[in-house]
C-alpha cells in the first residue's frame, strides 16, 4: 500500500493511493477527491448484503469532483511532469505533510534528458478557514535556457461515479471551470473553479506570459474527460530563473450552498486570488494554530507516540467543519470511514455515525417493516434509505443504539435543552419505540428477547439476544430514555421500564462471563470488540469484576485479523478496571502501531496490507484483504485511550467523571486540552505522581457557574468538586503498576519494570514478534496479553529491574503455547556484560495439556506455568529469559509467554 499526503479543511479532499478496494465496490483505488456528501444514486453495488433490498430503492456512493490541483510542466522536446511520469527522470523527491498546519510540499528534482535539470517545487493547502479554497504553488527553475510550458488542469478523470455538467474557458482573469453532478442525481451540481497568477522578478518574463495563454484541454497531456478543462502558458526560462505560479481554486456543491453554488466557486477563488498567497497562508495557519490551542494532546518526551497521536487527530480533525457553520450546509455531514479523501466502504456512513438529518427516512424505514419509531440502515449516503449493503432488519440492530446513545453523550457534554428537545430527544424516542416493538416475550422465561440479529462481532450473524445488542436496548429504555424525557418533561412510556427489566443478557453464571449470544460456546472466535463494548462506551456492567472477566476473555478469542478499532476499547476498559498492572499501554501499542501507515500515520484498517496473498480467504474480509485506507474509525477509537482512557472521563448530566491514570511507559505524562463540559473547558495534565485538572477561562457567560467534577473511587482524593474559571484541582494520579498485591505470600518484582529486547542473543541481528503480542506483555500483569515470537528460533527479553533486588525464583506463564526449552540468566549490574546462569531447561513441562472435554466452555484459561525455586537467593539488577522451540500447533510462530513473574 502507498502513502501520500492528504490535502483536507474538512469540506474539500484529495489522496492518492493504491492498489485496490474490495467491499462493497470492488475496484482499482484511484486519486479521488470530493465534498462532504456529495453522493450518487446507482441501482446496486458490486456486493449486496441483501437483494430483496434493491426493489426498494437504489445505493448512494460517494462521488468525486475534478481533481483540482494539477500543474503540468512540459518541455519542448516532448517530455512532462505529471502523474505516471517515468522514475527514472527524477533524481530527488521529497514530500511532507505538516500534521500541524496541513501544508504538503513536494520537492522534485527532473532530469528528462542529459544535460537539463528542472525543479519543481510544489505547495499545496485546502484553506482550513475558507472552506470552499484550495490553493497550489509552483516553484520553478532550470538549470539551462528553455523553452517549457504550465498547464493548469481541472481533471474530470477523478469525478469518478459523475457526470459532466458544463465546463468554460474564460477570457479573463485566468479563469476555466468545469462542473459535475454526482450520478443518478440531476438536481445537485458540484463546481470547481480556478485562476492563475505568477510572479517573477523578470518583468519581461511575465509580459511574455501574458501573451502566451491559450485552451489546453485538448493537449495531450491532459485527460479526455468530458469534465476536463485546461489552460496553459508558455515560458523561456533562463539558466538559475525562477517563476511561481499561483493556482487559486473555489469548490462549492449545492449541498451546502444550494442557492449560489457556481457564485460560490467563483468568489472563493477569485477572492482567494485578490488576498494573495502571502495572507491566505497566514490565515490558514492562523486557523489551526487556534484550533490547537483550544483542544490537544501532547505527549511531553515520546517523540513516537506524540507523532502518532498529533496525525491521527489532524486527519480526524481534517474532515470535520467547525460548529459554528452549521445550518449552512457545510457541516451537516457525519464523517465517513475513510474520511473526504477515500471511497474505501463506498464512502458510506457507518454505525453511530447517522446524524439527526436522516431522522425522517428512518422513520420511513421502520414502517415499512410494521415496527414502530425509527429504524436506521447499516450504511447510508444521501438518502439513510434501506438498501442491498445498508441492511435495516434481521441485521446489526444495535447501531441504533448507538445512534441514540451518540445524541445522548452529546446532550450530556452540552447541556443544550433546546438542542435535546429540537434534534436529539425525537431520535432517542423514536429509536426507543422501535424496540420496545422489537422485544419479543418468552411466555416461559418471561424475558425479552431478539431474533435473528447480527452484534458488533461480525461474525455473529443471525443470533438470538446478542449481548451488546440487548445490554443497549437495557440502557437506552432503563436510563437513557427515561431521562432524556425527564429533561424537557415528556412522559415515558410504561413498557420501557418493564422491558429494560426483563430483556435477557446472555451470560455462563458458573464462570461469570458475558456470552456474545445465545449458545455461544468457547471455541466462538470473535472478529472484533463486540460484548468489550458494553464496559465502554454503552457503561453498562453487572460488576466491574464481571467487566474485567469480559475483558480478560474476550480479549483472548479476538481473531488477529480484524480490524483497527478493537484494541483501543480494551485499552480504555484495562486503564479503568485493571487493579495492578500496566496492560492498558499494551493494548495501546496493539491498538496504534501494526496500523500505522509511514511516513504520515495514517491508519490502515488491518495490520497486514496482505495483497499478494489476498486471495485467500480470510473470515474476517471474506471479498479479499483489500482494507480501508486511511481507516479514520481506527484513528478515532486510538484517540479515546488518552481522552477516555487515561483521563477515565465520562459525561454525565450533573457531573464531568474523572478517574487518571498513567502507566509508567509515559513518563513524562500527558496532557489533554480542551476537555468540554457544558460550557467549561478544561486542560488535563496528568502525571506520574499528580493530575492537575485546570479549568480554562473562555470569557464567556458560563464562566460565572462552577464546574461538578467528580473524581473515581479508587482515587485517594474521590468524592466531588467544584471548579471555577481559572481554578486548578490537584489529584494523585491512580498508579494500578504500583499496587503489587501480595498473593500467596509472593510479590512480583518484575511488574510493569522496562522490557529490553535480543539483549542476550547479540548473533540474532533482527528480533521481531507476531503483530501486537509485545515484549511488553510478559511484565504488564495481565495473562490475557502475551508475547509471542515470529518464529520459534532463540529470542530473549530481558527485565530491568532498576535495582539490586534479590530474586528467589521465577513463574513462567506460557498462555496457550509453551516453549520447547528455555534459560533464564541473570545481571548483578548494568555496567556489565557478565551474566550467570539460574536455570535452563531442555523440555518445558505441559502444566495444563489441552483438554477436548472443556474446549466449548466459556471460561478465563489458566495458562500453563512453569515454576522455579532457585537454589540459592541471587542478587539481580536484570533477569533476562530466553525461549526457543513451540509446542503449539502453528510451528513457524514462536511460543508464548503471558507473564514472567519475579520472586
Not at 470552499?132 to 510550458?149: A, Q
Request: aromatic share 10%; proline share 5%.
Amino acid at each position: 500500500m502507498s502513502r501520500t499526503a492528504t490535502l483536507v479543511n474538512g469540506f474539500q479532499q484529495k489522496l492518492t493511493v493504491k492498489p485496490y478496494l474490495a467491499w462493497p465496490l470492488d475496484q482499482p483505488r484511484a486519486t479521488f477527491g470530493t465534498v462532504a456528501g456529495f453522493w450518487n444514486l446507482q441501482a446496486r453495488m458490486t456486493h449486496v448484503l441483501l437483494p430483496d433490498n434493491l426493489k426498494r430503492g437504489g445505493e448512494s456512493v460517494i462521488s468525486g469532483i475534478p481533481d483540482w490541483t494539477g500543474l503540468i510542466f512540459t518541455t519542448s522536446d516532448g517530455h512532462a511532469y505529471r502523474p505516471g511520469v517515468d522514475q527514472k527522470t527524477v533524481t530527488e523527491f521529497y514530500q511532507s505533510l505538516s500534521t500541524r498546519n496541513g501544508l504538503v510540499h513536494t520537492n522534485v528534482t527532473w532530469a528528462p534528458t542529459d544535460g537539463f535539470q528542472y525543479q519543481l517545487n510544489f505547495t499545496v493547502l485546502a484553506h482550513r478557514s475558507r472552506p470552499n479554497v484550495g490553493v497550489v504553488r509552483l516553484d520553478l527553475s532550470s538549470n539551462r535556457e528553455v523553452n517549457c510550458s504550465v498547464i493548469d488542469v481541472l481533471d474530470g478523470a477523478g469525478a469518478v461515479r459523475a457526470r459532466f455538467n458544463d465546463k468554460a474557458f474564460e477570457a479573463a482573469d485566468n479563469v476555466i471551470w468545469t462542473g459535475v453532478k454526482p450520478t443518478g442525481i440531476d438536481y445537485k451540481t458540484a463546481h470547481v473553479y480556478s485562476t492563475v497568477a505568477y510572479e517573477s522578478s523578470d518583468a519581461e518574463l511575465l509580459d511574455h506570459i501574458d501573451q502566451t495563454r491559450k485552451d489546453a484541454t485538448r493537449s495531450r497531456w491532459v485527460s479526455q474527460n468530458s469534465s476536463t478543462i485546461a489552460q496553459s502558458w508558455d515560458l523561456y526560462l533562463h539558466d538559475g530563473q525562477s517563476l511561481t505560479l499561483y493556482k487559486y481554486v473555489g469548490i462549492a456543491s449545492d449541498d451546502a450552498f444550494p442557492h449560489a453554488t457556481y457564485e460560490t466557486a467563483m468568489k472563493s477563488a477569485l477572492d482567494a486570488k485578490a488576498t494573495g498567497w502571502n495572507s491566505l497562508l497566514e490565515e490558514h495557519e492562523l486557523a489551526w494554530d487556534m484550533m490547537w490551542e483550544s483542544a490537544d494532546i501532547i505527549i511531553p518526551g515520546d517523540n513516537e507516540l506524540q507523532t502518532s497521536v498529533r496525525a491521527s487527530l489532524f486527519h480526524i480533525l481534517s474532515s470535520l467543519r467547525s460548529e459554528n457553520e452549521a445550518g449552512s450546509g457545510i457541516s451537516d455531514n457525519s464523517i465517513t470511514v475513510g474520511g473526504l479523501s477515500s471511497d474505501s466502504y463506498a464512502g458510506l456512513v457507518f454505525w453511530d455515525a447517522d446524524t439527526t438529518r436522516l431522522l425522517p427516512q428512518a422513520i420511513e424505514n421502520a414502517r415499512f417493516y410494521n415496527y414502530s419509531g425509527a429504524l436506521y440502515p447499516w450504511t447510508s449516503g444521501r438518502f439513510g434509505n434501506c438498501t442491498g449493503t445498508g441492511v435495516c432488519k434481521d441485521y446489526q440492530y444495535h447501531l441504533n443504539t448507538d445512534i441514540a446513545l451518540a445524541h445522548w453523550q452529546y446532550f450530556q457534554s452540552t447541556g443544550d435543552v433546546c438542542w435535546l428537545r429540537e434534534k436529539g430527544w425525537p431520535v432517542i424516542k423514536n429509536v426507543a419505540d422501535m424496540f420496545a416493538a422489537y422485544v419479543v416475550l418468552n411466555e416461559t422465561s418471561k424475558e425479552y428477547e431478539t431474533i435473528l440479529l447480527g452484534e458488533p462481532d461480525e461474525f455473529a450473524y443471525f443470533k438470538n439476544n446478542g449481548a451488546y445488542t440487548n445490554a443497549g436496548i437495557k440502557t437506552l429504555l432503563g436510563d437513557i430514555g427515561p431521562a432524556a424525557a425527564n429533561a424537557i418533561n415528556q412522559a415515558i412510556p410504561h413498557n420501557w421500564s418493564t422491558i429494560a427489566k426483563n430483556i435477557r443478557i446472555p451470560i455462563d453464571h458458573n464462570n461469570n462471563i458475558t456470552l456474545g449470544f445465545d449458545g455461544m460456546q468457547g471455541d466462538w472466535k470473535v472478529k472484533q470488540a463486540s460484548v468489550a463494548l458494553m464496559n465502554y462506551p454503552l457503561e453498562y456492567q453487572i460488576s466491574e469484576e464481571h467487566a474485567r472477566n469480559d475483558m480478560a476473555y474476550y480479549s483472548s478469542v479476538n481473531t488477529a485479523d480484524g480490524p483497527a478499532m478493537t484494541w483501543s476499547i480494551f485499552a480504555i476498559s484495562e486503564a479503568q478496571l485493571q487493579e495492578s498492572g500496566c496492560a492498558a499501554y499494551t493494548y495501546l501499542l496493539r491498538s496504534g502501531e501494526p496500523y500505522f501507515r509511514p511516513p504520515f500515520y495514517q491508519f490502515s484498517e488491518t495490520a497486514i496490507d496482505n495483497y499478494e496473498n489476498s486471495d485467500d480467504f480470510n473470515p474476517a474480509f471474506p471479498f479479499g484483504l483489500y482494507p480501508a485506507f486511511p481507516f479514520l474509525t481506527g484513528a478515532g477509537g486510538y484517540l479515546q485511550i488518552f481522552t477516555h482512557g487515561l483521563t477515565g472521563m465520562r459525561s454525565h448530566l450533573d457531573y464531568l467523571f474523572l478517574d487518571p491514570t498513567l502507566p509508567p511507559q509515559i513518563p513524562d505524562g500527558a496532557i489533554i486540552k480542551g476537555v468540554k463540559w457544558q460550557g467549561a473547558s478544561f486542560e488535563i495534565s496528568i502525571q506520574l505522581g499528580y493530575t492537575t485538572i485546570t479549568r480554562q477561562e473562555l470569557s464567556v457567560p458560563a464562566d460565572k457557574a462552577p464546574a461538578n467534577i467528580r473524581i473515581g473511587k479508587q482515587n485517594p482524593s474521590h468524592g466531588d468538586y467544584k471548579l471555577f474559571a481559572g481554578e486548578t484541582l490537584r489529584i494523585p494520579t491512580r498508579r494500578p503498576d504500583k499496587n503489587n498485591p501480595t498473593t500467596n505470600g509472593v510479590i512480583n518484582l518484575a511488574l510493569c519494570k522496562p522490557v529490553d529486547v535480543n539483549t542476550i542473543v547479540p548473533e540474532t541481528q533482527e528480533q521481531r514478534w507476531v503483530f501486537g503480542r509485545y515484549p511488553a506483555s510478559v511484565v504488564d500483569g495481565s495473562n490475557a496479553t502475551v508475547w509471542q515470537p515470529l518464529s520459534p528460533k532463540r529470542a530473549s527479553v530481558t527485565i530491568n529491574l532498576g535495582r539490586k533486588v534479590n530474586v528467589t525464583g521465577m513463574i513462567v506463564n506460557w498462555g496457550s503455547t509453551p516453549a520447547r526449552s528455555f534459560t533464564i540468566n541473570g545481571h548483578k549490574d548494568d555496567e556489565t556484560t557478565i551474566t550467570s546462569l539460574l536455570y535452563n531447561t531442555d523440555y518445558v513441562n505441559i502444566s495444563a495439556p489441552f483438554n477436548a472435554s472443556d474446549i466449548y466452555e466459556v471460561k478465563i484459561r489458566e495458562g500453563n506455568t512453569t515454576v522455579v525455586q532457585l537454589p540459592e537467593v541471587f542478587e539481580a539488577t536484570r533477569i533476562s529469559l530466553t525461549i526457543e522451540g513451540t509446542q503449539g500447533e502453528e510451528q513457524r510462530l514462536g511460543a508464548t509467554v503471558a507473564e514472567l513473574i519475579l520472586v
